[in-house]
């Protein structure tokens, strides 16, 4: 709900209030409900704050607590409240009223550096504890809220943004050529494999789910949870763990409607933003309170092109969901003169980094844009559905079953499966092979493997030593061996690198909106129920992503709730949007391509032979081409490039 800062001074030189009030002052271009810092001789600190929740109102933000000597400022929604409540035995009379500052501040008193385990929530907070002179601050496990920081021998710094940590003249804007090495080398959406650098050399960031203590002089980083795979739960039917399922999302979904402000979603045709958009709509019902949603649909002229698996434009399925669910307001939107290549500036000057996700820029922009002028205070999602409320890979599973040879269950499954989906057995039994024995199979295939092309100079790459610790990480800059579903679900969790991407757009864009992005299929309780649900539960009777499906009955339409075959794919009308200007992007190419300071970074020869291939004519499909993605990453990172020096 706000963008906090801070400085500690590790000698005994007293703090600059200037130095605080020039960060402040960086962050007025952010909205904000109020200003307010708090210091002392050797911290400061102060919250640029934003309110969104009931309790945020007149909320006095830095707060120091005199009897406790403790003083915190936080950027922060926890929705385990209750929860902390009973454990911290807070009297019944102040429960209504007590912020969540002042709540984390009492979990930190009875908890010390373990306080961030047992809370669920958004959070980037930091406390200065004057009994042990002290710094503390965490971020929550899957970093949904940013928190940047400067250190040296004499001083630590931190901002919820990076920019206005440069108002500090003795902070040196420096490039972190290893971080974008890895940018540039590792072909798929995630930046680097170090979560704690960024692409300042001089800036780092707290990683998802650690916390930061700093005293005498000593500065730790430690990580306080791991979502590994979980013991399973054994429940006596598949009754009982719909209603296991729909008791803990419907908590989940329930804590983020809290919001003085208007509630808004973004809506899809698919199962993971209805089923957040469902149960949303039944919990604001009761709170006699419409839910506004947002969707994304291509230009009217676009013509799909995808395949027949595949849908560009979801809204029948969209208009299904919001007739069978009621209570809802909805928007349809297609942001007509957007596109990827248009919204670049404003997203490097947002994230203050370059991205790779560029294919939904402009719709996601586009819908926060929307929601602020309807005054939304909440933004719902259901980003991380895929690997938990909505889990269930269909091809992987039968291929343990056909690994583990039990032959009755997948004959029964794909008997099952076959009708469901109109395809032959034989052709489902062809890919579950190449699923249960990949290495036969690429060995098999290895002379039409495609390999995603280096887009980083050769140079670069071995000055920086990049393809060393990549191949250290165990990341394939290939892209051509590709993992399990499982074993990619199990990075998802083990590896933080994954997270900083949504926790970085997320929060600087609901800062910059003034409202908040909430995704309660990320709930911490959400996530560890359905690590503890065991696999047979997530594919059964030829359903892909069965537990969802069963557990949705009578909140989703069928069309939607049982389709198995059609998925919507988002952005594809990409390119179409650019025709009218095609060749303004390929003679920037151009230009990228004979420019020698981008050149020491990225491989200029790739990029002159991607504009070869694709200069003549915009066609639809490239807006997921290889060949685009290269040229429009360039663009991006050359930008910033630009920009930086």
Not at 557 to 570: A, E, F, S
Not at 598 to 607: C, K, R, T
Not at 619 to 640: G, H, T
């Amino acid at each position: 709900m706000s963008a906090i800062a801070g400085i500690f001074h590790l000698n005994e030189e007293p703090i600059n209030l200037e130095h605080g009030r020039s960060i402040m002052k960086a962050l007025e271009k952010y909205p904000a409900n109020d200003i307010q810092i708090w210091h002392n001789e050797k911290v400061f600190l102060g919250c640029h704050a934003q309110w969104i929740t009931p309790e945020s109102i007149g909320e006095q933000l830095p707060y120091y607590d005199y009897e406790r000597q403790l003083a915190i400022t936080a950027d922060a929604i926890i929705d385990n409240r209750e929860d902390l409540f009973e454990k911290l035995q807070v009297d019944r009379s102040l429960r209504k009223e007590i912020t969540d500052s002042e709540l984390i501040l009492l979990a930190y008193e009875k908890w010390g550096e373990e306080s961030p385990k047992f809370l669920v929530g958004d959070f980037a907070y930091m406390i200065w504890d004057g009994k042990r002179q002290k710094l503390f601050g965490a971020r929550d496990f899957s970093g949904s809220r940013t928190l940047y920081f400067y250190f040296n021998s004499q001083k630590f710094v931190a901002c919820t943004a990076i920019k206005p940590l440069f108002a500090l003249q003795e902070i040196q804007k420096v490039l972190n050529e290893q971080w974008l090495a890895e940018f540039l080398a590792i072909p798929v959406n995630f930046e680097s494999v170090d979560p704690t650098s960024t692409v300042y050399k001089n800036i780092q960031q707290i990683p998802p789910s650690h916390f930061i203590s700093l005293v005498n002089g000593k500065l730790s980083l430690k990580r306080y949870s791991t979502l590994s795979q979980r013991e399973k739960i054994h429940l006596n039917s598949n009754n009982e763990y719909e209603e296991a399922f729909r008791e803990v999302f419907q908590e989940a979904v329930t804590a983020r409607l809290r919001t003085h402000h208007e509630v808004g979603a973004h809506l899809s045709g698919g199962l993971d933003s209805g089923s957040v958009v469902s149960f949303a709509a039944k919990a604001l019902r009761k709170q006699n309170k419409k839910l506004h949603t947002y969707s994304y649909v291509p230009v009217h002229d676009f013509v799909d092109w995808t395949h027949k698996s595949r849908i560009a434009n979801e809204k029948p399925f969209i208009e299904s969901t919001v007739k069978f669910v009621g209570n809802i307001n909805d928007n349809y939107l297609s942001f007509d003169e957007r596109s990827p290549y248009t919204e670049i500036n404003d997203w490097l000057d947002t994230l203050e980094m370059p991205y790779k996700f560029f294919e939904n820029t402009f719709w996601l922009k586009g819908i926060y844009e929307q929601a602020q002028q309807q005054s939304i205070g909440v933004l719902l999602n259901g980003q991380r559905g895929n690997w938990t409320i909505s889990w269930g890979p269909v091809l992987d599973y039968y291929a343990v079953l056909f690994k583990r040879m039990n032959w009755i269950r997948l004959y029964q499954e794909l008997n099952q499966y076959s009708k469901n989906i109109a395809v032959k057995k034989s052709r489902i039994m062809s890919e579950v092979r190449k699923k249960a024995f990949p290495s036969l199979y690429r060995l098999i295939q290895s002379k039409e493997q495609f390999h995603f092309p280096m887009i980083i100079n050769p140079h670069f790459a071995e000055r920086t030593s990049v393809f060393e610790k990549l191949n250290e990480h165990g990341i394939d800059i290939t892209a051509s061996n590709l993992p399990s579903a499982y074993e990619v679900r199990n990075r998802q969790f083990e590896q933080l690198y994954y997270w900083n991407t949504t926790g970085t757009y997320g929060s600087k864009l609901s800062l910059r909106y003034s409202l908040w992005d909430r995704d309660p299929t990320n709930d911490l309780r959400v996530i560890k129920f359905c690590l503890s649900v065991p696999e047979e539960q997530y594919v059964r009777n030829g359903l892909d992503r069965s537990l969802i499906r069963r557990s949705t009955k009578g909140y989703l339409p069928d069309k939607v709730r049982l389709n198995l075959r059609t998925r919507g794919v988002q952005g594809a009308d990409g390119v179409h949007r650019m025709a009218s200007y095609w060749d303004t992007f390929i003679d920037e190419i151009r230009q990228i391509s004979l420019d020698p300071v981008v050149g020491e970074f990225i491989n200029l020869q790739v990029i002159k032979e991607s504009m070869f291939r694709i200069k003549e004519k915009p066609r639809p499909e490239y807006a997921f081409d290889f060949d685009f993605r290269i040229l429009m990453r360039s663009i991006i990172v050359s930008r910033f490039i630009k920009n930086f020096t």
